[in-house]
């Protein structure tokens, strides 16, 4: 990170650290969301819990496909651009055209959804053909959620819009709603099936406040969003194009995930270990992937725009150091310690230690995986930037075929762990595919002092890996010494320690080699 950059450059992480910062408070909600969740529903020991992961992975799967992934790609270079030269009534008119529009294709979607459900999930989860109470749990619970589709159209849009406008901030807070409408809900649950249902009516009432701040954030910023009938006027027909190559990307990624969906709903809890495991390899991913994925679209699509070469360099590179200095310690730790995590957070009430086992299968494996997934959030904004939504398209398909032959081949060998592994080599193979392309076309490749920097990160998340490994050894040891100081909460208490401990280790690694300097920091923080 000690390349010198301007100050327009650093904005991109500043911008990323009040993003980051806010889906911090997100993901502490979520992760408290999810300990309430698990111990109430379990996984493997009934019903509820896999009917549940289902009913939130299906609205999610279109979510990915056509809100946030597919439209939101062609929509945010098309508002910054119609903001950078025509102004903003040209633009508030380009987004409310695109919010009718992209609203009315998600209720048509969602309506669909939910007539032809019992159909649907005949195929989507096969394996729970011989358990009809749990086939018929499933099927009601996705009809309660699919709504929060359309719900989620509003709220990507109109963060799109936020953050061309350059506020992060309440687009950042939005997700917070969802876990703290969940966590109420679920709180009054009094078995796992009746946790379920409240849990999935807590995620429809989430999606309509999330909706609704968000157009009241748009309207104190100025921008003027209101509600219209859909018209298809050239702007849009431009903007659909752009977005068909972007929902195919999109579709590719999801296939993967409806893969091992698939193939999991053949084995009793493994939804919900997929889930859980999820659960925390997302978290770098939301924290640092999905930030930095937000703030440099805008920023990278205004450099394109002027025509700033080197600030479309300078950008890039400060994203992708950024981005591997604050995902690798959690990469380290998911990898030398997936048991330690697991059993340490989740195993309490019906969540059990067989269900801990296989989580933390899954979860080494997605571990490794963890640095591909960040970087494709910072990779995609280049090609997305250049209004370039084939090329991604095209790599993701490749990376179907790739997570396709792991999950099918391995998964009948090592179950969840192989899905796991596919999705992971996926991953890595899509990433490697848009470096090399952007590096072939010129558009960028990493600088010297970049590449310099980010050895010195790669060397120092080795190192901090080293020592959660060996904390995870002496496991018995550590909560051991804890025992006669607490008695109670003893294993939470020593894999909390540890991970502040070896983040401690990172960030005193990152200095010490001058990987980060106190002037990084600084320029960082600075406004563009």
């Known amino acids: 990170m000690s390349q010198e950059t301007g100050s327009k450059p650093t904005s991109v992480v500043r911008s990323s650290l009040v993003f980051g910062g806010m889906t911090l408070v997100s993901r502490v909600m979520g992760f408290a ?15 509820a819990a896999d009917a549940y992961a289902t009913a939130l992975t299906f609205p999610n799967l279109f979510r990915r496909i056509f809100a946030e992934g597919a439209f939101t790609a062609a929509f945010v270079p098309a508002y910054s651009a119609a903001l950078e030269k025509e102004g903003p009534e040209a633009a ?47 099927i009601i619970l996705t009809q309660i959620t699919m709504p929060y ?52 009516t807590g995620v429809l009432s989430a999606g309509v406040a999330q909706a609704a701040l968000l157009v009241w954030g748009c309207r104190r910023t100025g921008a003027r969003i209101g509600f219209v009938w859909p018209k298809l006027t050239t702007e849009m027909r431009g903007l659909l194009l752009l977005a068909v190559p972007g929902a195919l990307a999109a579709a590719a990624t999801q296939i993967n995930v409806f893969v091992s969906s698939l193939l999991a709903s053949g084995v009793n809890g493994a939804r919900t270990w997929l889930s859980v495991a999820d659960r925390l390899y997302q978290l770098p991913l939301g924290l640092v992937g999905v930030a930095i994925g937000v703030a440099l679209l805008p920023t990278l699509s205004r450099a394109v725009q002027s025509g700033d070469t080197q600030r479309s360099q300078n950008v890039m590179d400060d994203a992708v150091l950024f981005a591997m200095a604050l995902t690798l310690p959690a990469a380290a730790a998911l990898i030398a310690m997936p048991f330690f995590l697991i059993d340490g957070l989740y195993t309490r009430g019906e969540f059990l230690a067989h269900d801990a086992q296989e989580t933390a299968r899954a979860l080494l494996h997605y571990g490794w995986g963890v640095p591909a997934f960040v970087l494709a959030r910072v990779l995609t904004p280049a090609f997305f930037a250049r209004k370039d939504t084939y090329g991604p398209m095209k790599f993701a398909m490749v990376s179907v075929v790739v997570n396709l032959a792991c999950g099918l081949t391995l998964f009948p060998l090592i179950g969840v762990a192989g899905l796991a592994i596919g999705t992971s080599a996926a991953a890595w193979v899509n990433v ?88 990084d920091i600084k320029k960082a923080l600075r406004k563009g």
């Open 33 to 47: 969301r999810d300990l309430v969740i698990t111990a109430v529903m379990g996984a493997s020991g009934n019903i």
């Open 432 to 519: 490697g595919l848009m470096w090399w392309t952007l590096s072939r076309r010129k558009t960028w490749s990493l600088g010297p002092k970049a590449a310099t920097g980010l050895f010195k990160i790669i060397l120092a998340g080795i190192l901090m890996g080293a020592f959660c490994a060996l904390a995870s050894h002496y496991r018995a040891v550590i909560e051991g010494a804890l025992h006669p100081l607490l008695h109670h909460m003893t294993k939470e208490i020593a894999i909390v320690g540890v991970c502040l401990l070896g983040l401690f280790v990172y960030i005193a690694l990152l200095f010490v080699t001058r990987a980060v300097r106190p002037s």
């Open 149 to 200: 589709l359309p719900c989620m159209t509003m709220v990507a849009l109109l963060s799109g819009v936020l953050n061309a406008r350059g506020r992060f901030a309440l687009s950042a807070f939005v997700p917070t709603l969802l876990n703290l409408f969940m966590l109420v809900f679920v709180w009054f649950g009094k078995d796992p099936i009746h946790a379920s249902y409240l849990a999935a």
């Open 92 to 138: 508030d008119r380009l987004a409310r055209d695109a919010m009718a529009t992209m609203t009315m294709i998600a209720i048509v979607l969602s309506a669909l959804a939910m007539i032809f459900m019992p159909q649907v999930m005949a195929v989507f989860s096969h394996g729970y053909a011989d358990d009809p109470a749990k086939m018929r749990l499933t």
